[in-house]
């Protein structure tokens, strides 16, 4: 009788643990997001007119604790808060980036996300790579057939085809709201929070300095810089012509200088280095440079270290 009963408790656990097996799967799987379309709010609470708590930008994955309609609560970065569902992408695969490196040389792709991770192999400046995961250091990709880590700091960020961004750049577009009644916000970055510096109405037109999938960097007619929702623009086969404008160095390679070349080419000699956050003046716009002056002398530098 007692072997029997235990018998039987040992029956109970087991069908227990096989009942509580895929509980406790789901439990530890915690489903994460990429934030889209430029640069995200983190909120104290639900609602717009709540307290940010950070701003994240495009690319950058969040762990989503409970999901919502209109608004998911997340946790990113150390901080936990809420962000509007719709900026959220949750398919896998949904952000792409571009290879970006200032020396020509490829970027490895590694089997660890580290220094020491065995290199599989190495993809040049331009390839497209799907991102899985997303950190500040390292992104777990997939290239070409293959998976592993890329550094971070070496790619550029934007969901869709290069095909489309890069065709797009240069060219003139129209303002293209669905009612003439509309109008469409220049603002001062690729955020639906940042400031209008100015709207306009149908069939005004722009120049597209920077394409990009949900935003384009543009010049007006009138001589504005700044960003526009790329799906209320409608983009010509006539190709623009920019008037000189400011923009400041950055370096997403994360250094601290930037070569100012004799040419548009990384072959091209290099005239000097300049330091990041230097604001220079841009004479012609170009897809990957840009023919710029620098304190009265001209000479390139790359599109990606400007903004």
């Avoid at 709010?41 to 701003?55: C, D, F, I, W």
């Avoid at 970065?77 to 200032?102: C, D, H, I, P, Q």
């Avoid at 220079?280 to 990957?288: A, K, P, S, Y």
């Amino acid at each position: 009788m007692k072997h029997e009963t235990l018998k039987k408790l040992a029956g109970v656990t087991a069908a227990a643990a096989m009942s509580l097996a895929p509980m406790m799967a789901m439990a530890e799987t915690v489903p994460s997001a990429l934030v889209k379309g430029g640069a995200l709010n983190l909120r104290e609470t639900a609602s717009l007119t709540a307290k940010v708590l950070g701003q994240f930008p495009t690319g950058t994955m969040v762990e989503i604790v409970e999901s919502g309609d209109e608004w998911h609560k997340v946790e990113v970065g150390g901080k936990s808060g809420y962000m509007m569902a719709k900026y959220l992408s949750t398919e896998a695969g949904s952000l792409s980036a571009t290879v970006r490196t200032n020396t020509g040389i490829g970027l490895n792709l590694r089997e660890e996300p580290g220094m020491d991770g065995a290199i599989i192999t190495s993809f040049k400046p331009g390839t497209r790579v799907t991102v899985l995961q997303k950190s500040s250091e390292w992104c777990r990709v997939s290239v070409e057939g293959q998976e592993g880590f890329m550094a971070t700091r070496f790619l550029t960020f934007g969901s869709g085809s290069a095909s489309a961004g890069s065709s797009a750049t240069g060219k003139i577009a129209v303002v293209n709201n669905p009612r003439d009644t509309q109008v469409l916000n220049l603002r001062q970055s690729a955020s639906l929070d940042a400031k209008v510096l100015a709207y306009y109405r149908n069939g005004a037109k722009v120049t597209i300095l920077k394409a990009g999938d949900t935003w384009h960097k543009v010049q007006v007619e009138d001589g504005r810089i700044g960003y526009m929702m790329a799906k209320f623009l409608k983009v010509t086969d006539e190709q623009g012509e920019s008037q000189p404008y400011t923009a400041k160095l950055i370096n997403v390679n994360g250094g601290s200088y930037v070569n100012f070349r004799k040419g548009p080419s990384l072959s091209a000699s290099i005239i000097r280095t300049v330091p990041v956050g230097t604001e220079i003046t841009v004479l012609e716009h170009g897809t990957d440079w840009c023919k710029v002056d620098v304190e009265g002398e001209t000479g390139y530098i790359s599109t990606w270290f400007m903004k």
